[in-house]
């Protein structure tokens, strides 16, 4: 099965400087790579995703980038501010008949903007 | 708020007790999800449903668990005879699966489940 490794557990930057959440994963038949935010004591909230057909995907502030040889996505926060602080975990799913299954998702990263 | 809907948000139980969780999905929402967080880790995957027919589970999920989405809508976790392991976040999550697309997975709030 799939296996999605997460790095890093933790990540403190100043408030305005930019965060770098990286993930790789283990099945090259994956094509699906969403990013979801969860702040404490809430659900998960997706905040970007990627298709393989695409490198790069970008929204306002948050972008992700893919490299499907190397089997690793990034996400990168720019100009950073305290509501980005969370915990972020990235995940990857691959195809099958009846669509995209399962989501398997990384540890977690917890983000902490400081002022 | 027409998202994702599950009760109870929180549940304590004494080990050896049988509990049931319920999740309402996105009304069009066709695949459903059931999940598992405890602290500090990401979701892990317990069972999916398209409409009505459960399609896999995992191995987490042993015999004392069992879930059901009988009219293809909602949807019933039950956990018998709970163990103290048991205690986590169980997340529910819905989303269209079409030929030519898939919507993401919107979760719900979670039922938090304490097993004493």
């Known amino acids: 099965g799939e296996n999605v490794e997460q790095h890093p557990s933790t990540l403190s930057v100043q408030e305005g400087d930019s965060a770098v959440i990286k993930c790789t994963y283990s099945?090259?038949?994956?094509?699906?790579f969403p990013w979801y935010k969860q702040e404490l004591g809430k659900r998960p909230q997706l905040i970007i995703d990627i298709r393989s057909n695409v490198g790069e995907k970008k929204d306002q502030r948050i972008a992700v980038t893919l490299n499907k040889t190397a089997k690793h996505f990034s996400l990168h926060i720019t100009e950073t501010q305290p509501e980005d602080s969370a915990v972020y975990f990235c995940a990857a799913s691959s195809p099958t008949f009846f669509g995209n299954e399962k989501l398997t998702f990384g540890t977690g990263t917890r983000l902490t903007i400081i002022p | 708020d027409t998202g994702v809907s599950q009760n109870p948000r929180h549940k304590i139980t004494k080990r050896g007790q049988n509990v049931t969780f319920r999740c309402d999905p996105i009304?069009?929402?066709?695949?459903l999800y059931w999940y598992r967080q405890t602290l500090g880790q990401g979701p892990e995957f317990l069972t999916y449903f398209q409409n009505e027919a459960q399609l896999e589970k995992s191995r987490l999920l042993s015999d004392r668990f069992s879930a059901e989405r009988p009219k293809g809508s909602f949807s019933t976790l039950e956990i018998q005879r709970t163990e103290q392991g048991d205690s986590a976040m169980y997340l529910c999550?819905?989303?269209?699966?079409?030929?030519?697309?898939?919507?993401?997975?919107?979760f719900g709030n979670g039922t938090r489940l304490t097993v004493t």
């Open positions: 009304s069009e929402h066709n695949r």
């Open positions: 099945d090259s038949a994956s094509n699906y």
């Open positions: 999550a819905s989303s269209l699966v079409r030929p030519t697309d898939n919507s993401p997975l919107h």
